[in-house]
């Protein structure tokens, strides 16, 4: 493709000739810049990608965009903004394939990847092909791929959807995350549906105050296509935020709760290691089998029904798809060596997430909860001592590890955490060995809880991914 074609439609100033110029390829990342790429300067929280304009060139950038002006012996294409450039570009270079395929984006604080799992699993029993986009990677009909991120940067992320438009796999249910929103990954993909599952504490460390993580959720909803007469927002009329976006939404809006009031209403009749839940909508009820636990997970399971009613899928299709789905990786995951007590893997990492499982587990019948728990490095310190309280209110032992440190110390993390405590934690900064310690600890009738790293192979110490294993830790400890 031709850089002129590339660049149609878009307000730039080009310094330098670039007429004829082919592109083989578009890059934000200096190191992986090939003969014939544009390189797009990105400006994140921690570098400026203006400063490597030079290593570009000289590994063979045919262009550079750039917010400031530069000398270059390459033509240098000025705009506002390189990541909205980079999303227009990226969209134009593979040929616009959201606009052929069924996207839906699903965005809150907590419920992402399972809400999209069930989608996937109702779009299968309703035959249709369907891809999945998330924390746990790409989701085909081949398996996961791997991705480094909850929502890919926008290459990589209209590349995946081309390959998605001529494989003719129809439908494509993407978590949407709000650092992706607010940095504008997906600014130019046509979403057919949003859905919103909910909002607490989280990412403060970025957006800095709770109202900006809101804002940078609601704008998933500004770009939707009106190109379809149904509704097209699903929110939780149950959240206090999803209460207020209702109210924003220019968009056909549908409700979805527990209380009474919601568009398409759940009712919980039973709940256990599963919950038997009955979802009405325009005078129907649908009694379904929710394999996961929880009440969360109900919900999840109601926000992908709210989604496929509206598109006129089957009430019969919707039920299949729900009740086929029986684990998601590392969320409620539960992991079986004929050990005579319970050990689940959940990717919970924050105060809400948190809860929500411990009060589930809390509804088991079990002697003791041992949980096993950190937080994360370089991200909200403010959570930290919140979940070492939640953490204490529901369990028996608690015992606090890393969690993907980052540049921080491990044991300076645990020492916040434990701040928010009033009895004493077990301190174990290695993961290796907290896991070890909890699992030789439990007895008959315990339930271990292994939470914040979920469906995670690594440990991130540093700016270096470790390899490391929530599962392979226990599979380590009863097979060695």
């Known amino acids: 493709m031709k850089l002129e074609e590339l660049l149609q439609g878009y307000d730039y100033r080009a310094s330098g000739d670039f007429s004829g110029c082919e592109i083989t390829g578009i890059t934000h990342d200096s190191r ?98 369907c891809a999945v986009i998330g ?72 957006h800095k105050t709770i109202e900006s993580y809101f804002l940078a959720k609601a704008h998933l909803f500004e770009l939707l296509s009106n190109e379809v007469d149904r509704p097209r927002a699903v929110i939780n009329a149950d959240d ?38 009955v979802i009405s909508y325009k005078g129907q009820e649908l009694k379904v089998t929710v394999s996961l636990p929880g009440e969360f997970n109900a919900y999840n399971a109601l926000a992908a029904a709210a989604v496929a009613l509206a598109e006129g899928i089957t009430p019969a299709a919707v039920k299949r798809g729900i009740e086929s ?18 050990i689940f893997i959940d990717f919970a990492h924050t105060p809400d997430g948190l809860e929500k499982v411990l009060q589930t587990l809390k509804e088991f019948p079990h002697r003791r909860i041992i949980t096993v728990f950190g937080c994360p490095g370089e991200r909200d310190r403010a959570k930290r001592p919140v979940m070492g309280r939640i953490a204490e209110l529901y369990s028996d032992l608690v015992i606090l590890t890393a969690d993907n440190p980052a540049g921080e110390n491990a044991e300076a993390i645990i020492r916040e955490i434990a701040t928010g405590m009033q009895s004493r934690p077990v301190i174990l900064p290695d993961r290796n060995e907290a896991i070890k310690y909890a699992l030789s600890q439990a007895q008959k009738g315990d339930i271990v809880l292994l939470a914040g790293k979920g469906h995670e192979n690594y440990q991130l110490v540093g700016n270096k991914r470790v390899p490391y294993s929530d599962r392979e830790a226990v599979e380590k400890y009863f097979l060695s």
């Open 32 to 129: 992986k810049v090939r003969p014939g790429n544009i390189y797009v300067c990105l400006e994140g929280l921690r570098t400026d990608g203006h400063l490597f304009v030079g290593e570009a060139a000289e590994k063979g950038a045919v262009a550079v965009v750039a917010r400031k002006p530069l000398i270059l012996p390459v033509p240098v294409i000025l705009v506002r903004d390189t990541r909205n450039a980079l999303s227009y570009l990226s969209d134009s270079f593979f040929g616009r394939p959201s606009r052929e395929i069924h996207i839906v984006g699903v965005t809150g604080t907590n419920g992402k990847t399972t809400t999209t799992h069930f989608l996937e699993s109702i779009y299968e029993a309703a035959g249709r092909r």
């Open 135 to 206: 924390t746990v990677g790409f989701k085909t009909e081949k398996g996961y791929l791997p991705s480094s991120l909850t929502t890919p940067e926008a290459f990589e992320l209209h590349r995946f959807l081309r390959e998605l438009a001529e494989r003719k796999t129809g439908s494509a249910v993407m978590e949407v995350s709000s650092h992706a929103l607010a940095w504008q990954r997906v600014e130019h993909v046509r979403f057919d549906t949003a859905v919103f599952t909910n909002l607490s504490h989280e990412h403060l460390d970025f």
């Open 240 to 277: 206090p935020y999803g209460k207020r976006l209702l109210k924003m939404v220019n968009a056909r809006p549908l409700s979805f709760g527990l209380k009474n009031g919601a568009d398409v209403r759940g009712r919980i009749l039973a709940s256990s290691s599963s919950t038997q839940l």
């Open 325 to 342: 789905l029986k684990n998601v990786p590392g969320r409620f995951e539960t992991v079986d060596f004929r050990q005579e007590f319970h």
